[in-house]
Each structure stands twice: as structure tokens, then as C-alpha cells.
């Protein structure tokens, strides 16, 4: 593999990504970017797309500390890339720039009302990605 998009949000299920990833056994050759999607909170037409918008600095600076600890622990080159959007889109475009071979992306495992509420952005990625997509589930208490 060359190159491989990981897919983070703030929850627990990101460490379960990381982790997946890591046993992957990627060489140093392997290329890996992590990317956090930020869900617009305004629909301003006007508002550049490469930057987060509406995003408070504090949230976003949280966002790319967690981001650069999950980085120091990889055994290969990575990026990081804090964009705002629709994160399936989002996740989806990214992966056609980077070229990616593989995205990484967690499942929090909705079902029901929950998921025609929220929405499943693994399965939109799952259904347009250019690429294999590895979906980490969240562990249920048993």
C-alpha cells in the first residue's frame, strides 16, 4: 500500500482506528493521512472550503493536538488535514486527491431512527469511495 486516509472524529472509536492501523503493519514507504472532518454549522455559500468555519480556535487546536499525538505513535510518514464539509463528501474527495489505497473509517453502529436522523457517513463512504474501505465497528458492552 502507498498511501492510507484515516477518517478521525473526537470519539473513543478514533483510538480504535489508530490501533487497526497500526496493525497493518505498514512500511515506511506507506504514506498515511489523518483527517478530521469538521460538519459545517452554517450553509454561507461565501465561505472558503479548505479552511474550518465557525470553528472555535480552542476547538480547533483540541482537534489537531489529538491529531499530532495519533501521529507521533505511527510507524510511517503522515499528514493531517482539518477541513470542514459534509464528512462523507468530505472523506470521499479526499481519498481521490491523495490517491488513497485505503480509508480507514469507524462505524458507531447506528440503527433505526438514530441512523435516518444522523445518518451513516461509513456507508456513504463505503458506497463512493474510490478505494477499499476498512469500517472499525464500536465495540457493544457485552
Known sequence: ??????????????ESEIAML????????CKVILVHVIPPTSTDLDQPLDRPQGT????????????????????????IEIIS???????????NIHRTDLIIIGSRGLSGIDRILQGSVSSDVLEQA?????????????
Do not use: F, H, W
Not at 22 to 29: E, F, G, K
Not at 130 to 142: E, R
Open 85 to 95: 464539509g459534509e464528512p462523507a463528501a468530505e472523506i470521499v474527495r479526499l481519498a
Open 1 to 14: 500500500m502507498k498511501s492510507v486516509l484515516v477518517a478521525l472524529d473526537r470519539s473513543a472509536l478514533s
Open 22 to 29: 497500526r496493525s497493518l503493519n505498514l512500511n515506511d514507504q
Open 130 to 142: 474510490p478505494c477499499s474501505v476498512l469500517v472499525v465497528k464500536a465495540k457493544t458492552a457485552a
Open 56 to 79: 472555535a480556535p480552542d476547538l480547533y487546536r483540541e482537534i489537531e493536538t489529538q491529531l499530532a499525538a495519533y501521529q507521533k505513535r505511527l510507524p510511517c510518514p503522515s499528514t
